[in-house]
């Protein structure tokens, strides 16, 4: 089973889409079996993963509407990740489901039919928090929450925090934040180590360690259709996504010996006396 992460922030312009698409190519160059959902009527995260987002028909839109089968509508990106492209059609999907039964568990009950094919799923959620992204976050396991390190960097981080409390009561309990990433982080502006600041002040560890910096490649890289480490791989930013992808894999890692353990007291509560013997840890 893959594990989902929704890349959400209501906050246009924060690093969503950047973040998206150079974390889903940098796990795939380190042998992940990855897939990319975009969920943004946008379309930015399939461009920019050098998909024309006007010629992907059937996309996304189809796929939570169940008039496609989604096996049929991933496209294998250069960067060697699958792609489900998105683009304006997602509007009338979202308005379509709005009237629709279970429609917050479509993107969910979609993508439980591959899931096994990969290690991590990402979806680019759209500047909103309305169905799309309500539809991301009921799939997800963790949300990564970009966090532009600028002025007015936490406005707005309070109603994503709410909604995801929402939903875990709601519609997904085992929802979880995964990290607040610092993005388009100035060395040569204080700005940014003050936002820093305040965010690890109000989030302590859920702040992750890797910061994306503020580099022209990261810029350049989506109207060229590549991904920064094909685009410019030796650049600050392809570094600093790679350093991100390590750090995805470490925590998934940490995470599953945990839950080894965890099985491991689970299986000892349940049958303390079956063998005698003590049970071994992985
Ligand atoms: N680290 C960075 N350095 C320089 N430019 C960046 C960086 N990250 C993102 N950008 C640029 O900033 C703009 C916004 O980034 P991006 O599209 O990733 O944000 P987003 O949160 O997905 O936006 P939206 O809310 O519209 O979907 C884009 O032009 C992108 O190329
Ligand atoms: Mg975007």
Redesign the pocket.
Known sequence: MARILAVA?Q?????????SVNLAAALAAAKRKVLLVDL?P?G?ATMASGVDKHEAKPNGCEVLLDEAAIGDVLVRTEAGFDLLPGNGDLTAAELKLMDGLAREHRLKEQLAKISDKYHTILI?C??SLHLLTLNALTAADGVLI?VQCEYFALEGLSSLLDTISAVRQRLNPKLEVEGLLR??YDVRNNLGNEVSAQLTQHFGDKVLRSI?????R??EA?SHGQPIHLYDRGSR?AIAYIGLAGEIIRRERAMSTHDAGELTNDLDEAAPDASGATPTTP
């Open positions: 922030n906050k246009g312009g924060v690093g969503k889409t950047t973040t943004d946008q930015n680019d759209p500047p970009p993005t388009m994306i910096p503020r580099n022209v990261l810029a989506p930013g």
